[in-house]
């Protein structure tokens, strides 16, 4: 099976614009989760989702982020107007409900530099 | 007080030796933990889960649960170079969503 699918891997931009990440989770999980990392903060929870809707999104630092996920195969989490404090590697996991664990599963995550 | 805590090390340990990972949390009503493995510039990857007190022990490593002192750890027997890695220790409340500490970064020396 295919793992969490992150794209791009790797974006480098300009203060001021526009950024988006996208993810597929793992086909058949029901929850799907946004975290950042940086080696000050650690990992940190975006927002997650389950079932396509968001559930908390009170890690989401300013109204510049936002995230959607239209479909249960498809999330997007933008950032404008981008920051270069906003620069960190952004993972997205995914997860199935009613396991024992509700193990996380991640994706390879997006490099984001802001210039 | 952190929710969950990690030696940020490095811990080294010679080829061959066991290595001793430690994490302690703060929330009582935690029920199930996890150790994950991060390699430089690669993602998080899931190793070992527990959710009993005691020991679990999945091939060279093994997850230690006390919930009455709030630990848990990961034995690493026969470390291998290729363990060198920052390995994240993660809590969960009962919900779906995971706390995550700040890892500590092991070094394995041949």
């Known amino acids: 099976d295919a793992g969490v699918i992150q794209s791009p891997r790797h974006e480098v931009t300009e203060m001021g614009q526009e950024v988006t990440l996208r993810c597929k989770p793992i086909?058949?999980?029901?929850?799907l989760f946004w975290y950042r990392q940086t080696m000050m903060r650690g990992l940190e929870l975006l927002i997650y989702f389950n079932n396509n809707v968001p559930i908390d999104d009170s890690g989401m630092p300013e109204d510049r982020f936002s995230a959607k996920m239209p479909n249960a195969s498809f999330s997007t989490l933008k950032i404008q107007p981008s920051e270069p404090r906003d620069s960190a590697v952004y993972f997205c996991?995914?997860?199935?409900?009613?396991?024992?664990?509700?193990?996380?599963?991640f994706g390879p995550g997006t490099r984001l530099t802001v210039l | 007080q952190k929710e969950v805590e990690q030696n940020s090390g490095p811990l080294s340990v010679p080829e061959g030796a066991i290595a001793s990972l430690n994490c302690t949390y703060s929330?009582?009503?935690?029920?199930?933990f996890f150790w994950y493995r991060q390699y430089s510039g690669k993602s998080p990857e899931l190793i070992m889960s527990i959710y009993s007190n005691g020991d679990k022990e999945d091939g060279r490593f093994t997850a230690q649960l006390n919930k009455a002192s709030q630990y848990v750890s990961l034995l690493i027997r026969d470390s291998q170079p290729s363990d060198s890695a920052t390995y994240l220790c993660?809590?969960?409340?009962?919900?779906?969503?995971?706390?995550f500490g700040k890892g500590t970064m092991l070094l394995v020396s041949p």
């Open positions: 996991a995914s997860s199935r409900e009613g396991t024992a664990y509700n193990e996380q599963f």
């Open positions: 086909s058949g999980h029901d929850y």
């Open positions: 993660a809590v969960n409340r009962g919900y779906s969503t995971l706390t």
């Open positions: 929330d009582r009503v935690s029920q199930s």
